[in-house]
């Protein structure tokens, strides 16, 4: 039996693969910005050397206030933690009244960074996307006050303290600090960038008021910065020594004020005046680690943009 065949033509042209076109630059771009980076051997060294440079003051203080202040003074210093860490920290607790003065701190710092982040948000959402008249001179009035030091407004700031009622007492720390320049300008600057025209006006359309449009865009758009706003501003509330030595006593301190009692006398204990600022430190760390990976991860978040 034969199978009769289809005749088969063989004019007909073979087909080629068409050559590849080349990757333009774009796509070059997408491919390398999804591929992994990896840091080399000498970014390692230099975050290494970052780091020990960072620790070390901490590590000193805590050498410092484990020895006895004949040990702290003689050449070369210690550079292992001794045994008399808890005993100083016991005595500088006795002592500078810490208990009270931690106390009066986190008050003051507490109170002032939540006023500084509330105030400094609405200023700067006004600043960046309102529009009125003299916006521009206010804010130039604004960053002026940056340039003027502190020391200038200390006398007046101090009568004015104590026309009130107020000398010796926290009310006069918290309030002269309420809000800062540089915490207008600095969540000015964000919310430029950060908040769209086109949120602000979609609010406008939806008939909500400047208030209802600062609680429900801005806020959850600016949550990032102001969490930033609230550590720098929280540890320099607690951290400030220069206005609360003025108006404030040793019965009523806040802990850099708490300290001075330490090195009062003819011969200074720097073992316990080490350990006095250890335990000053303590909250501020404690604080960074609870809440430091949470801020680092708003921040991440607020920087990406669809």
Do not use: C
């Not at 033509?9 to 771009?29: I, M, N, S, Y």
């Not at 808890?86 to 009270?100: I, P, Q, T, V, Y």
């Not at 359309?205 to 949550?223: E, K, Y």
């Not at 200074?268 to 303590?282: N, V």
């Amino acid at each position: 039996m034969t199978v009769n065949s289809l005749p088969v033509r063989t004019d007909t042209p073979v087909r080629t693969p068409a050559p590849k076109a080349p990757r333009t630059g774009r796509r070059l771009l997408r491919i390398r910005a999804g591929r992994q980076h990896h840091a080399g051997p000498l970014a390692y060294v230099l975050l290494a050397v970052m780091a020990i440079v960072s620790v070390f003051p901490l590590y000193w203080t805590m050498v410092a206030a484990s020895t006895d202040n004949t040990r702290v003074s003689q050449t070369p210093p210690p550079f292992l933690p001794g045994p008399n860490l808890f005993s100083n920290l016991a005595r500088a607790w006795d002592e500078a009244a810490m208990g009270k003065a931690m106390i009066n701190s986190l008050i003051v710092a507490g109170v002032i960074a939540l006023s500084t982040v509330l105030f400094a948000t609405l200023a700067g959402f006004a600043f960046a996307k309102l529009r009125f008249k003299g916006r521009n001179i206010l804010l130039t009035l604004v960053i002026g006050t940056m340039m003027v030091p502190p020391q200038l407004g200390v006398v007046p700031l101090f009568m004015m303290m104590s026309e009130l009622g107020w000398s010796q007492q926290l009310p006069a720390v918290i309030f002269p600090t309420l809000v800062s320049a540089v915490g207008v300008f600095f969540m000015r600057q964000y919310l430029s960038e950060a908040l769209p025209d086109e949120l602000v006006e979609a609010g406008r359309v939806d008939g909500a008021h400047s208030l209802r449009i600062f609680w429900s865009i801005v806020l959850p758009v600016a949550r990032p910065a102001m969490a930033v706003l609230f550590m720098i501003t929280f540890v320099h509330a607690w951290n400030d020594f220069f206005w609360p030595f003025v108006v404030l006593d040793m019965t009523n301190p806040t802990v850099p004020v708490a300290l001075t009692q330490l090195s009062a006398g003819y011969v200074r204990d720097q073992s316990l005046i080490m350990a006095g600022a250890l335990l000053g430190t303590l909250p501020l760390l404690a604080m960074f680690i609870v809440s430091g990976r949470q801020i680092v991860s708003g921040i991440m978040a607020g920087a990406v943009k669809g």
